[in-house]
């Protein structure tokens, strides 16, 4: 899955891996196959997934692959099965969340890609929680636990001024928690915080409404760039992110590392990045408005000796998830696998 058009954040953490890989180690070659992710309808999806499996098979024919990494194994996973058994190319696959929830349901489906991963040389998934319900549902035990990685060439603290009390950044759905973003943003926009949303999806035309009859506390962005995320982060005085799933959420490591405390849900990997009072805060229960309007209104009044010690540790945390780190794991693994 790589960016498009239409999407242009899709699948850029694979991308970053790729590229800082390409730049960093001298030693191996490396090259990439990725779909630009589109909007497309069922019909739309099964021609386009039918072209790609056809392309990207007769892609690693031609070639001499030491070593196949494969993001997100559904639906992919036994095109690189098909050249271990026939050239005993070496495989790592990364589980990232969507891949093993959304499309794991099906018994069939379980079965054959529980058959298939066997197979694999090395399996990682990016959280902790993942890699134990991977673990679960699968039937194979994940060798290693490791993000996708966040480049603090990209996300870095910057002076600007912070005129945005309060940013969401992700797609715009139940899943992360957008519903409860739009009730808490409707509690307190008359009491004058101010607000960031970047993302899109189903609850779009209700952000934009509340952006428009509010201009001076809330502003949206359907799309940035990573750079321009990086801005808005610098901008913003904590990030909001209740989400109610989350296999890592690589998002609020990239608040983290442009110095932005994180008030979010203590699920999945986001309590892997987020100490409660250290670099952030908890909400417990990301369903009970009143709670998260509490640490909202806690953060909004915090004064600045307390909120510049947040800030302050946010730039000596989750060095662990730096893209750097990671693509080091990542190439200590490629030599030795």
């Given at each position: 899955m790589?960016?498009?058009?239409?999407?242009?954040y899709?699948?850029?953490?694979?991308?970053?891996?790729f590229?800082?890989?390409?730049?960093?180690?001298?030693?191996n070659e490396?090259?990439?196959?990725s779909?630009k992710?589109?909007?497309?309808g069922a019909i739309?999806s099964?021609?386009k997934?039918?072209?790609?499996?056809?392309k990207?098979f007769?892609?690693?024919?031609?070639?001499?692959?030491?070593?196949?990494?494969?993001?997100?194994?559904?639906p992919?996973?036994?095109i690189?099965?098909?050249?271990?058994?026939t050239?005993?190319?070496?495989?790592?696959?990364?589980?990232?969340?969507?891949?093993?929830?959304?499309?794991?349901?099906?018994p069939?489906s379980?079965?054959?890609?529980?058959?298939?991963?066997?197979?694999?040389?090395?399996i990682?998934?990016?959280g902790?929680?993942?890699?134990?319900?991977f673990?679960?549902?699968?039937?194979v035990?994940?060798?290693?636990?490791?993000?996708?990685?966040?480049?603090?060439e990209?996300?870095?603290?910057?002076?600007?001024?912070?005129?945005?009390?309060f940013?969401?950044?992700?797609?715009?759905?139940?899943?992360?928690g957008f519903?409860?973003?739009?009730?808490v943003?409707k509690e307190t926009?008359n009491?004058?915080?101010?607000?960031?949303v970047?993302?899109?999806?189903e609850?779009?035309?209700?952000?934009?409404?509340?952006?428009?009859?509010?201009?001076?506390?809330?502003q949206?962005?359907?799309?940035?760039?990573?750079?321009?995320?990086n801005?808005?982060?610098?901008?913003?005085?904590?990030?909001?992110?209740?989400s109610?799933?989350?296999?890592?959420?690589?998002?609020?490591?990239e608040s983290?590392?442009a110095?932005?405390?994180?008030?979010?849900s203590?699920r999945?990997?986001?309590?892997?990045?987020?100490?409660?009072?250290?670099?952030?805060?908890?909400?417990?229960?990301?369903e009970?408005?009143n709670e998260?309007?509490?640490l909202?209104n806690?953060?909004?009044t915090?004064?600045?000796a307390e909120y510049?010690r947040?800030?302050?540790?946010c730039?000596?945390?989750n060095?662990?998830?730096?893209?750097?780190f990671?693509?080091g794991q990542?190439?200590d693994?490629?030599?030795?696998?």
């Amino acid at each position: 899955m790589a960016p498009s058009d239409e999407i242009t954040y899709a699948g850029v953490f694979v991308q970053n891996q790729f590229q800082y890989l390409q730049e960093h180690d001298r030693k191996n070659e490396y090259y990439i196959f990725s779909l630009k992710k589109t909007f497309t309808g069922a019909i739309g999806s099964i021609k386009k997934y039918t072209s790609f499996i056809s392309k990207s098979f007769m892609y690693v024919k031609r070639e001499k692959f030491d070593v196949i990494h494969l993001h997100y194994f559904f639906p992919l996973a036994i095109i690189p099965w098909y050249f271990k058994k026939t050239r005993g190319t070496k495989l790592i696959a990364t589980v990232h969340g969507s891949d093993l929830y959304a499309k794991m349901k099906n018994p069939l489906s379980r079965s054959l890609f529980r058959y298939i991963l066997k197979s694999y040389d090395y399996i990682i998934c990016v959280g902790v929680e993942l890699g134990e319900d991977f673990q679960k549902i699968m039937h194979v035990k994940p060798d290693k636990i490791l993000c996708a990685g966040v480049n603090k060439e990209i996300f870095f603290p910057q002076q600007v001024a912070r005129d945005f009390d309060f940013v969401f950044v992700g797609t715009l759905i139940d899943r992360k928690g957008f519903d409860i973003v739009l009730k808490v943003i409707k509690e307190t926009i008359n009491a004058g915080f101010k607000w960031c949303v970047v993302g899109t999806g189903e609850y779009r035309s209700q952000i934009e409404d509340i952006a428009k009859n509010y201009p001076s506390n809330c502003q949206y962005f359907e799309r940035l760039e990573q750079p321009e995320l990086n801005v808005i982060f610098n901008r913003s005085r904590w990030m909001f992110f209740p989400s109610r799933n989350e296999p890592f959420g690589l998002v609020a490591s990239e608040s983290i590392f442009a110095g932005t405390p994180v008030i979010c849900s203590d699920r999945g990997g986001l309590k892997e990045q987020v100490k409660n009072d250290i670099n952030g805060y908890f909400v417990n229960d990301p369903e009970d408005v009143n709670e998260c309007l509490y640490l909202l209104n806690k953060a909004y009044t915090l004064n600045i000796a307390e909120y510049d010690r947040l800030a302050k540790n946010c730039l000596t945390s989750n060095e662990q998830f730096s893209l750097s780190f990671v693509c080091g794991q990542l190439e200590d693994l490629y030599n030795y696998i």
